[in-house]
């Protein structure tokens, strides 16, 4: 059983490192390759991010492809599409191509991103889960850095071509996941899981939580970025510069961070989290000096690690058998932001960039308000601090 459990995180480690492969080649080269090869206009680039997250929004929709294919095995099938789709993106170079391809890419992607989550706390004890889900980030960064440290370089030395780029970022991710489907047994589940939709009562403070989360991550995945090269100019190698270090940060800081949230636990782990954001945001809502800005930056990335709490604390008090199911609504709660938010704060943007942060940063206060709820032990039946007894015991 030993060996099993060993051979488990492996595979959870190679499914890891494989998605920022395709990922992070499709997403750093697309604003480049649509604009020098596909011609696209504001328009066309806004409808292609829009469909992007489409697959996100659906994820819930997992629940009925695993009534079909075993949880592992969507795992590996979800990468190998998300390598093909990140291959094909360089030979179909029209609009629709690019359309298409990137609905490949984002099926891949999400399924893979849901049935990770749910493999991760199906398999990992929850005393050893929050220290190897930040091995795992840790391990993602790795690939990322390795990546786009590789495709950097490269740049520097020959003109880009999208197409071979496209084809060995993504082809190289297909050979992982043909390797992980041969080289693995196929692992038994631990605890068979509902094949239906369902939210439960005694989890919306985890639903609310991860909705507030998928907030955050909008704010800074469009407007953090978006700041540094408006307001301050940045061209394209100081931003992928920034990633690397980023990367290169992670690969240490964030197994630190899981073990800190086995040590303190979940409540004080977010506090700490949410409390810097309040911070960070004010300071990205007023911030005037380029050096402060990246500062700004690299530490709002890294607090990214610290949602692995908010997964932990959804271990702790979940009914083993919802898991799968939980993992792909939850999904499609997080990305529920990502269909809002961008555009109506785009318009906010329009008249005063601050306010953006701002409301980050009301986002955040509101979070550190609701994590206060969390126990110091959470489980089932004790999924609150407030009421003491009988809390979200109703299904």
Same mark, same amino acid.
Request: overall charge positive; some cysteine.
């Given at each position: 059983m030993k060996l099993m459990t060993k051979d488990r995180k492996t595979l959870l480690y190679f499914l890891a490192a494989a998605s920022p492969i395709a990922f992070a080649v499709w ?9 020098e090869v596909a011609g696209f206009t504001g328009r066309d680039i806004g409808f292609l991010q829009s469909i992007r997250e489409i697959p996100g929004f659906l994820a819930f929709t ?20 998300? @390598? ?8 179909? =170079? +029209? ?22 989550? =749910? ?21 993602? +960064? ?15 030395? /020959? ?7 496209? &084809? ?54 469009? /407007?953090? =970025? ?21 990367s290169a940060i992670n690969i240490w800081f964030a197994p630190k961070i899981g073990a800190l949230i086995g040590f303190i636990g979940e409540r004080r782990a977010l506090t700490l ?9 004010? +300071? ?19 607090? /990214?690690?610290?949602?692995? &709490? ?32 961008? &555009?109506?704060? @785009? ?47 109703? &299904?």
């Open positions: 997403q750093t080269l697309l604003n480049n390759y649509v604009v997992v629940v009925w492809v695993l009534l079909i294919v075993r949880q592992q095995r969507l795992a590996i099938v979800s990468l190998i599409l998300l @390598g093909l789709g990140t291959a094909a993106t360089g030979v179909f =170079s +029209s609009i629709l191509g690019l359309y298409v391809t990137t609905v490949l890419m984002s099926v891949g992607f999400h399924y893979l991103e849901t049935m990770q989550t =749910s493999l991760s706390l199906q398999w990992l004890t929850k005393d050893e889960a929050p220290r190897v889900l930040g091995k795992i980030i840790g391990v993602r +960064s790795m690939a990322t850095l390795v990546v786009l440290g590789g495709l950097y370089l490269g740049l520097q030395f /020959f003109q880009p071509n999208y197409t071979w780029i496209y &084809a060995l970022g993504g082809g190289a991710v297909v050979c992982i996941g043909i390797y992980c489907w041969a080289a693995f047994p196929h692992f038994k589940d631990d605890v068979v899981q509902r094949k239906d939709l369902f939210l439960r009562k005694r989890y919306w403070l985890y639903y609310l939580l991860t909705f507030l989360a998928g907030a955050r991550r909008q704010i800074f995945t469009v /407007f953090a =970025s978006f700041l540094l090269v408006q307001k301050f100019g940045f061209p394209l190698e100081k931003m992928v510069l920034l990633i690397l270090v980023n989290e949410y409390t810097g954001l309040i911070v960070i945001f004010l +300071s990205y809502a007023l911030v005037e000096n380029g050096n402060l800005a990246i500062a700004l930056y690299i530490l709002d990335q890294l607090f /990214f690690s610290m949602a692995i &709490a908010i997964k932990t604390y959804f271990q702790k008090i979940a009914d083993p058998a919802d898991i799968a199911a939980t993992a792909g609504i939850s999904f499609t709660i997080n990305h529920i932001a990502a269909v809002i938010l961008p &555009a109506a704060l @785009g318009l906010i943007w329009i008249f005063n960039h601050g306010a953006v942060f701002v409301v980050g940063a009301v986002i955040a206060l509101g979070s550190l308000t609701l994590v206060q709820l969390i126990p110091d032990a959470p489980r089932s039946g004790r999924e609150i601090r407030w009421p003491a007894r009988g809390a979200g015991q109703a &299904a």
